[in-house]
């Protein structure tokens, strides 16, 4: 099972079936399918072959699926990259990969038209929304045709994806997935969802993203309907798109959710079509969770934890929310957790230790970098195999359910003591009026480290330092209470939603 099969057994089955909904454009499997070949069989012309690397720098749209597809079919290797990318880290991407397509629009050719004169592996570049000129490296992009190709002798061991992490303490990484792994993390997640052949799964996450990106992987797997958004900067217009298309699952990330939390007329829009909201990349704080379920009382809330490394990790199921809200869960299925602490040994219940992962949808390694890949991968319990290090630290309680705490890196070591950052902002989150917060390590002469804590309000909201202060030694042990509080208008974000604390410091 390659990952395109599902697709393709959808095309044939049910061609006339909507696939994708692109603000007034609608695009059935069929329509998607024909759009699929002909890029790819353009990009054979190109010299495209079997295991090459096929950039797509593409914003949410059908030309992005489609020339997923395309490179797929081919037996290629497809590379998403964010469209906000500037071009000297696409350059390097596209060094690093050696990549030999790229497929953009015409809108973006500030950015790549630099990255690609600087990339000597880039032989073709096709481009949406561009006239191009024949015998050229930049070309039109190909219109649906009936072109058709032989599938090539691919294995589920190939290479599907190259994903490169954001690069926040260095050069990015591209994280190597095959086939196998992407088609068991979709059927892993769709499963513990319950998706549904009849979803319209609303997706305002960049496909760059693979949060963003499985949203499409899980309904093509299922034959089900997925409304692209071009982003999440105008929450009331993807409201208006979801209350159109009568959505059914909504996946966002934190910040997401405070915007929709904040808008005054979220009452207004009839989203009772809703069944499943789903969070990743931050944990919500039990307050958000809180609101969120009161917002949307008849839709099912999964919060989930997971690294690009190996898709999804853990879930929370639903009917424990109220019982250890702040929990991430236990694992999902076809796959095995742990800690271990510093040594790699083992930890029982109720420790605190380094998460480790088991399972088929475990990365490759990193593109070229086997010093990377060795501190990540390493042998696992059966001999010859090998497991992933996720480099998070978790504490289970003495149920063996999972709690986030912090990258090994981020965690502040004030008074000889650890602080976790995420269970101070849990607290602070906790307080009435805050609208995001961000908890971070800075220098002192005294404490090691102190706790620092930059907190943005809600609109009319009026708080203090003391405020927060008080609030935090009512609810944390003294040694984990911040020190200092700074109001900020906003944070700093990734271009997958993520607070970005690197340089708050």
């Known amino acids: 099972m390659l990952l395109h099969h599902d697709f393709e057994g959808w095309v044939a089955r049910h061609a006339d079936r909507v696939a994708l909904v692109c603000g007034q454009e609608r695009h059935t499997y069929g329509d998607l399918a024909r759009r699929a070949q002909s890029i790819a069989a353009a990009l054979r012309r190109r010299g495209v072959r079997r295991g090459d690397r096929v950039a797509l720098f593409l914003d949410n749209g059908v030309e992005f699926v489609a020339g997923m597809v395309a490179t797929l079919t081919l037996g290629a290797v497809f590379m998403p990259i964010n469209p906000s990318t500037k071009d000297d880290k696409l350059a390097y991407m596209l060094g690093d ?48 045709g009936a072109d058709s190709l032989a599938d090539p002798d691919s294995i589920d061991q190939d290479l599907a994806a190259i994903i490169y992490t954001s690069g926040s303490t260095g050069f990015p990484k591209g994280v190597m997935l095959t086939h196998l792994n992407m088609v068991s993390a979709a059927r892993s997640v769709s499963t513990y969802l319950g998706l549904r052949s009849d979803d319209v799964i609303l997706c305002a996450l960049p ?46 990330v934190p910040t997401m959710f405070s915007m929709l939390m904040a808008l005054a007329n979220l009452a207004a829009f009839d989203l009772s ?57 236990r694992g999902m299925p076809n796959e095995e957790v742990w800690l271990v602490d ?72 004030s008074r000889g003591e650890k602080v976790s950052p995420r269970e101070v902002e849990n607290a602070i989150s906790s307080l009435e ?23 943005t309000l809600a609109p009319d909201a009026s708080l ?40 708050l410091a």
Request: positive net charge; aromatic residues 10%.
């Open 342 to 413: 510093d040594q790699g040994l083992r930890l029982p219940n109720g420790a605190t230790g380094e998460l480790v992962i088991r399972g088929s949808h475990v990365m490759r390694g990193y593109w070229e970098k086997p010093e990377e890949t060795a501190a990540r991968l390493k042998p696992g319990p059966i001999p010859g195999e090998m497991v992933l290090y996720s480099g998070d630290l978790f504490r289970t309680d003495s149920d063996g359910w999972l709690y986030f705490l912090a990258r090994r890196d981020d965690i502040i070591k």
């Open 97 to 144: 990969a050696r990549v030999c397509a790229l497929l953009t629009h015409e809108s973006l050719a500030q950015v790549w038209g630099p990255a690609v004169a600087s990339s000597p592996s880039v032989r073709s570049v096709f481009v949406a929304g561009h006239a191009g000129g024949a015998g050229t490296a930049v070309l039109p992009w190909p219109a649906p």
């Open 433 to 455: 009026g805050v609208f995001e917060v961000a908890v971070v390590g800075v220098p002192d002469e005294i404490l090691g480290q102190a706790v620092k804590a930059f907190v």
């Open 464 to 503: 203090s330092a003391r405020d927060v202060i008080r609030h935090c030694l009512a609810h944390l042990e003294n040694f984990m209470v911040p020190k200092y509080v700074e109001f900020v208008e906003s944070l700093p974000k990734t271009g997958t939603g993520k607070i970005k604390k690197t340089g």
């Open 273 to 329: 079509a809703l069944r499943i909201i789903t969070n990743t990349a931050a944990a919500l704080s039990e307050a958000h969770i809180q609101r969120l379920r009161a917002l949307f009382p008849q839709a099912t809330l999964f919060s989930m934890y997971g690294l690009t490394e190996c898709k999804r990790v853990t879930y929370l199921p639903p009917e424990q929310l109220d019982i250890r809200p702040t929990s991430v869960g």
């Open 207 to 252: 496909l760059s993203f693979d949060y963003g990106l499985y949203q499409v992987l899980m309904a093509f797997r299922l034959g089900a309907s997925v409304v692209l958004e071009r982003n999440f900067s105008f929450p009331v217009k993807v409201l208006e798109t979801m209350e159109r298309e009568r959505a059914t699952v909504f996946p966002g």
